[in-house]
């Protein structure tokens, strides 16, 4: 007979594995995998009782952090730059617009107040960084278009949290000041911003110079390092999010060592969060009470599908060069999901009255709202004619271990056009004899480098060489940038 210990470790095991096996589905038919996540959950609730808010909301929170720091460490900001303007105005503007609107359906649908209306509105007002990195990470959208939405979740985190928190200060004491708030607003995303990069590049000078035994601790130092960035935004009262995805974005876009194995455990941890995480908000909905607003969410689902998105998004673009039919793919492409439902416990905690009533309809739109257009972002692109034709890149088979106590390291290359060593042989680089080519990936073959193999556009490069001559390494084959260099 199992004790509770051992049952409750059967389940997580279960648990894990269904969540791990759903993710098939889920690429299969284009739907986030949250909705299966929690799916679980929901079935789970009939004979598991639980109802700690406090609990989903600290999971969902660590989540968040996991996954802005996964997306970021694996956005190339020379991608972004061009988008980063839209991006920042789907970001604010764009949110902002979906929150007054939606916050005016709600108002009139839910027979409640205006400021409660405008709270809903908030909370579903951000599009998801989960949902839309897993859902367009396999599509062959525009690379624009995948850019510009991949920057927007990334980064429209914060408008949410920060208008859903003034929002319920001004519900809890009324004559809470309109302008201190947009004070607030400037002052928590610009220091959020400044925690980032300072954060990030000391997370860069650390990682690169210290020489662990172990390369398994690489990946945990980075994962700190995000960790911490949240908490010292949080002590500082500004953005923890923002500052989260500021800091893996300078990660991301500089030369770090084990920048490979760091990117690998955090994938990996990444999906186990959001399993933990869409399991535990599935458990605390109350099934029975989803039917009592069941209209209700549906029909602000819709307005947010077919309305308030598309209006945010319209003015948000006015002045871009984006073409209608993109701005109707980004419209319909904004995926809700983890950050709402986290959002929706703030009222729970914060005891607003009709709390649970406000996760049951944001639950309710975002469970719909994700698997409407989950299942149909494919399809429409295609109608649309915004497919590419060449489909992305599929990562490399090879797995690279790092050295352990050698002071080695193994140094992944791209090579990318104007490189000086394009079209030459091995043997005519004038390598040191400790600056070895290990292995060369071309389309799907690896090859094994000699000395008169030729180096080809687009090739990947596999160069073992001592920590001390990484910028001899990088002078000898003409790298000027680390856009090209992965470790």
């Known amino acids: ?71 970021g460490m694996q956005t190339e900001f020379k991608e972004i730059r061009p988008v980063l303007g839209p991006a920042l105005s789907l970001a604010t503007i764009g949110v902002l617009v979906t929150t007054i609107v939606i916050g ?62 003034s929002l319920i200060e001004w519900i809890q004491t009324p004559d809470h000041s309109i302008i201190r708030m947009i004070l607030s607003f400037v002052m928590e995303m610009g220091l959020g911003l400044v925690v980032g990069l300072l954060v990030g590049f000391l997370a860069v000078y650390i990682i690169n110079r210290i020489n662990f035994d172990s390369s398994g601790l690489y990946p945990v130092m980075a994962l700190g390092f995000a960790i911490m960035t949240y908490g010292v935004a949080a002590l500082l009262h500004c953005s923890g999010l923002l500052a989260v995805y500021v800091m893996a974005l300078v990660l991301g876009n500089t030369e770090l060592t084990y920048r490979r194995t760091i990117l690998s455990f955090n994938q990996g941890f990444a999906w186990m969060m959001q399993i933990a995480m869409f399991v535990l908000l599935g458990l605390l909905v109350f099934p029975n009470q989803l039917a009592g607003i069941a209209w209700q969410g549906l029909l602000l689902s819709l307005l947010l599908m077919f309305v308030a998105r598309p209006i945010g998004v319209l003015l948000s673009l006015m002045f871009t060069k984006f073409a209608f039919r993109e701005k109707m793919m980004i419209a319909w492409a904004g995926l809700r ?99 070895l080519f290990t292995a060369i990936i071309r389309g799907e073959r690896i090859i094994t480098p000699k000395g008169n193999t030729i180096i080809e556009l687009g090739d990947t490069l596999y160069v073992m060489s001592p920590k001390t001559k990484r910028k001899q390494m990088k002078s000898i084959l003409g790298l000027s940038t680390p856009d090209s260099v992965r470790n």
Do not use: W
């Open 337 to 435: 999901g983890a950050v709402p439902i986290v959002l929706a416990t703030y009222p729970l905690i914060a005891g607003i009255e009709g709390g649970q009533m406000f996760f049951n309809v944001v639950f309710f739109v975002v469970f719909t709202s994700a698997i409407i257009q989950g299942t149909t972002i494919s399809p429409l692109a295609m109608k649309l004619r915004l497919v590419e034709k060449d489909k992305p890149e599929a990562p490399s088979l090879l797995e690279l271990f790092a050295l352990g106590k050698v002071n080695s390291e193994i140094t992944h290359i791209r090579v990318q056009k104007n490189m000086p060593i394009i079209d030459k042989e091995i043997q005519n680089l004038n390598l040191p004899d400790d600056i």
């Open 1 to 71: 007979m199992l004790n509770f210990v051992d049952l409750v470790i059967l389940v997580s095991a279960m648990l894990l594995l269904t969540g791990v096996l759903t993710t098939k589905f889920s690429a299969k038919f284009g739907m986030p995998a949250l909705v299966l996540f929690i799916a679980i959950g929901m079935i789970l609730s009939r004979y598991i009782y639980y109802d700690d808010a406090e609990i989903t909301q600290l999971v969902g929170i660590f989540a968040l952090i996991v996954i802005l720091f996964q997306g």
């Open 104 to 165: 005016l359906c709600a108002t009139f649908i839910l027979n409640i107040p205006l400021e409660q209306g405008l709270l809903i509105g908030a909370i579903v007002g951000s599009t998801d960084a989960a949902a839309v990195f897993s859902v367009l990470g396999g599509q062959n959208i525009k690379q624009r278009i995948t850019t510009t939405l991949e920057a927007e979740s990334g980064s429209n985190d914060p408008m949410a949290v920060f208008l859903t928190v």
